[in-house]
């Protein structure tokens, strides 16, 4: 709770931080790691949102699309058009709305 009412703050640094400890005292919440990524993410510390999306992706796979999609966004800001068009095509595999608009951002053949 204290790492929502962090975010609803914007307080985004303090909220992945609250949310990086919650998925320690609870690994099995993947929302807590899916959060940490978004909020790391949306700070602009795309490196450290890595692990907890892809923990959220290989580990636990809830089947949403959204760690998939927040992936995405991470290594296209990266500059990895590859990997970011990886993702969103996983993303959208899995019926993420918001991927689907994307696609076309991220997956551009150079051809």
Do not use: H, M, W
Not at 71 to 96: F, M, P
């Amino acid at each position: 709770q204290i790492a929502s009412d962090l975010y609803d703050k914007g307080n985004l640094r303090e909220s992945a931080i609250k949310y990086e400890e919650a998925s320690k005292l609870n690994p099995l919440e993947y929302t807590y790691f899916e959060n940490a990524g978004i909020t790391n993410f949306q700070f602009g510390y795309y490196e450290k949102s890595i692990p907890f999306l892809k923990y959220v992706v290989d580990s636990i796979n809830p089947g949403t699309g959204k760690s998939e999609f927040v992936l995405a966004q991470v290594y296209n800001e990266l500059g990895d058009l590859e990997k970011a068009c990886e993702y969103i095509y996983s993303s959208s595999r899995l019926d993420y709305k918001e991927s689907f608009r994307k696609i076309g951002e991220y997956c551009v053949d150079n051809n």
